[in-house]
Each structure stands twice: as C-alpha cells, then as structure tokens.
C-alpha cells in the first residue's frame, strides 16, 4: 500500500526555518503534479505549495516569497523548504498528489512556530 511519509517538522521560533521531506519510496510520483497541504482548525487540509511537471512552483500569498518547493528524484522525495516563519503557519503538514488522492495521505509532520 502506498502512502507518503512526511518528516522534517518541529518546534521553531517565529522567524526561523524548517525543510520538510515527503517520499513515498516511488519513483513514479517524479512525474505527478505533487502539493504540500495544510491542515486547518476545521481539519481541512489545503494546499499551499505545488510542483507541476515539468517543474513549475505554484504557491499561496501566504507563504509566497517564504516557501519553496522542491523535487530530488534522486531520492525519490519531495520537499519543502520554510523560512521566516510565523505562528500562523504552525499546522500538521502533508503531501499528496495534486489534486490529492485519498488512500495516499500519511501522517504528516507538525510544525509548530512559537516564541
């Protein structure tokens, strides 16, 4: 069964950085548009940052100019860099396919950015 493994999240002061990963041990999601979400106090998970193929980067305003996202087919992972962050950006972080796929979804990493 596939299902992506999320890691990289933790506790950081606002203004500070995190690089979160995603890999699901297939080569094939190389070539799939992928997306990190957010999960949202309504548990709504929503995007924020996507990759399409071939490689163009799409974000929302929030964390346009903050975020980058990235693809290392060589691991087979996709990441996402996170800089200058806020406490509106704590949130448990996921990534699926864009748009997602049900049965794909893992347990996504927690960031949280508190003082």
């Known amino acids: 069964q596939v299902q992506f493994v999320e890691a990289g999240g933790g506790l950081v002061q606002p203004g500070g950085s995190l690089t979160l990963s995603c890999t699901a041990g297939?080569?094939?999601?190389?070539?799939?548009?992928m997306a990190w979400y957010r999960e949202t106090p309504e548990n709504r998970r929503e995007w924020i940052a996507q990759?399409?193929?071939?490689?163009?980067?799409n974000y929302v305003d929030s964390v346009k100019g903050r975020f980058t996202i990235s693809r290392d087919t060589a691991k087979d992972t996709v990441n996402l860099q996170m800089n200058a962050l806020k406490p509106e950006d704590s949130g448990r972080y996921y990534c699926?396919?864009?748009?997602?796929?049900?049965?794909?979804w893992g347990q996504g990493t927690q960031v949280t950015v508190s003082s």
């Open positions: 699926n396919t864009h748009p997602p796929t049900q049965r794909y």
């Open positions: 990759i399409t193929d071939p490689e163009r980067a």
């Open positions: 297939r080569s094939i999601f190389n070539r799939m548009p």
